[in-house]
């Protein structure tokens, strides 16, 4: 943030968990829900831990939207447009649209 040079911005992009486009982040999930083993995908504690995402898309769509017009922010976050991104419903998604359903703590 400190970086000063004539003709030259700088931004820091505090981006979310990657995902697609081959990140592997949340592949043991769906390759336990795809196999069904275990019958209940598993989530830490109670599960209501926020995890903030982004496909990898639309973070280089949010570089190259901040190459194009500067905005009057230094620092910006890259997150998916979901409220109450928690740990249970992201791995209660993965198990109802491709496992049994069902999960457990």
Request: glycine content about 8%; proline content about 4%.
């Amino acid at each position: 943030m400190n970086f000063k040079k004539e003709n030259v911005k700088t931004y820091v992009i505090s981006a979310g968990i990657l995902y697609g486009k081959g990140e592997a982040i949340f592949n043991s999930h769906i390759q336990k829900a795809w196999l069904q083993d275990p019958v209940r995908l598993p989530y830490v504690g109670d599960g209501n831990n926020i995890l903030p995402t982004i496909h990898v898309t639309d973070l280089a769509r949010m570089v190259f939207k901040i190459s194009e017009k500067k905005p009057a922010r230094k620092y910006i976050f890259a997150v998916d447009n979901n409220k109450k991104q928690s740990q249970r419903r992201l791995i209660n998604a993965i198990s109802n649209g491709i496992g049994t359903g069902l999960v457990e703590s």
